[in-house]
């Protein structure tokens, strides 16, 4: 790489003892330097992430776009791009190998790169059901990138300059078991449900079914899925997954994913709202 291009890689971690290391090391050939912004982990990560030769930080978790955008804005970032990955997250090396070669020759209108994720789900790669390809942005010019502030779905906007799509993947692999995993979903289902009770909330990504992937799947999603009524789409979400997307070609761990995925946590944010209204309505009376 161009000695005058450095990469920060940056990892928002909470007990991650398991996959911090494979995340690190995954970035290696390319991150001049690593920052583990950890949330008061109990277990080894702060002595993995230091073994790796990262620097390790600690800062109250709210949200995942509130606590990268603190570390933005209160740590010192040496790198001219940022890279921003999960721990349970890691660059193939066909990518590590493609972001090397391409920053070498980077042209100044560029400030970000989107990267296609494979979601690997009971060790098998989630292809169908419309996962895959899922384009981010997570690679983007020191100052030009931040997190929309949002508890959930966050995205990361440009102020300005043109993003580039990257041609390889990284790869979101946990390597928690089942229980973990509903666990991560029922958590999760509470904090949409709080950032649809509050709807006013800035949102920096624009809904439109004619942009990029993101905003697309926002439009579609607020203006077509939370249109329909309450539980039934959970049914409707399966179906488009399961059957429509072809969700049935990833196997038996294909149709545990795409199952639980409608009728666990998506069945899990109609029922808390239901709580939610039900409640404001007795206390009403």
């Known amino acids: ?47 993995i992430a230091k073994e ?9 978790f709210l949200n995942q776009a509130d606590q990268f955008n603190w570390a933005l804005d209160n740590l010192e970032i040496n790198g001219d791009w940022i890279l921003r990955l999960d721990a349970d997250e890691f660059l193939t090396k066909e990518l590590s190998d493609e972001i090397s070669e391409t920053l070498e020759n980077i042209s100044e209108n560029i400030s970000g790169f989107s990267i296609k994720r494979r979601v690997h789900f009971m060790g098998r790669w989630i292809r169908h059901g419309g996962y895959y390809p ?12 931040r997190y929309e502030v949002r508890e959930v779905d966050e995205h990361v906007v440009i102020s ?19 229980e973990w995993w509903i666990g991560k979903q029922n958590n999760h289902s509470s904090r949409e449900v709080l950032a649809l009770i ?22 579609l999603k607020e203006k077509l899925f939370m249109s329909s009524p309450k539980f039934m789409r959970s049914f409707l979400y399966f179906f488009y997954r399961y059957f429509l997307r072809l969700g049935f070609l990833d196997g038996v761990e294909g149709l545990i ?29």
């Open 1 to 47: 790489m161009n000695k005058k291009v450095s990469v920060s890689l940056i990892i928002l971690t909470r007990n991650e003892e398991m996959h911090l290391k494979r995340c690190i090391d995954s970035a290696r050939n390319i991150a001049s330097n690593v920052i583990v912004v950890d949330s008061f982990s109990s277990d080894k990560t702060e002595s």
């Open 52 to 60: 790796c030769g990262a620097e390790f930080v600690q800062h109250q």
């Open 134 to 145: 899922s384009w981010f942005v997570r690679l983007f010019k020191k100052g030009r990138g």
């Open 160 to 178: 300005d300059g043109e993003i580039q799509n990257l041609k390889n993947d990284f790869v979101d692999s946990n390597k928690q078991n089942l």
């Open 198 to 219: 509050n709807k006013s909330k800035d949102k920096e990504l624009k809904p439109s079914l004619f942009a990029g992937q993101a905003e697309r799947r926002r439009w």
């Open 257 to 285: 994913f795409h199952f639980l995925t409608a009728f666990w946590y998506r069945f899990l944010i109609d029922a808390k709202l239901f709580e939610y209204q039900k409640a404001i309505k007795n206390n009403n009376k």
